[in-house]
């Protein structure tokens, strides 16, 4: 049965008892790809030196924020509330930690009555 590929005529040919041969082409009806392209890529991440991290709040703005929250003598807490954020944002802020949102920083601003960016 040599080079039959209808599904039928196989059938019929495992009913009759003939001997079928099977054969399995290389990664047939698989999603992965050929282990070439694998190797490549992963050769590629592996000589990757690039450090990708976030940006983080600046000193220059973490330093503004506390000065200008005690002048207004205001706890965290309570600057929180006034831009409507958890008090977390305002104590991520003043560590650094926060990754900047320019709208944040604009509410903060407003709240406070001081500019936190650029030039004073």
């Known amino acids: 049965m040599a080079g039959i590929k209808d599904e039928k005529a196989v059938n019929a040919a495992r009913r009759a008892g003939a001997e079928i041969e099977t054969i399995k082409k290389s990664a047939a009806g698989s999603n992965k790809s050929a282990s070439w392209g ?8 592996d000589e ?48 650094g930690k926060a990754i900047p949102n320019q709208q944040i920083i604009t509410k903060l601003e407003r709240a406070l009555g001081a500019k936190l960016r650029g030039k004073k």
């Open 48 to 95: 990757e030196s690039e450090n990708l991290t976030h940006d983080r709040v600046p000193t220059e703005l973490k330093k503004a924020i506390m000065q200008a929250r005690t002048e207004k003598k205001l706890t965290q807490t309570q600057l929180a509330q006034l831009i409507n954020k958890k008090p977390q944002v305002i104590q991520e802020y003043e560590s």
């Open 38 to 45: 694998n190797s490549l890529n992963t050769r590629k991440l």
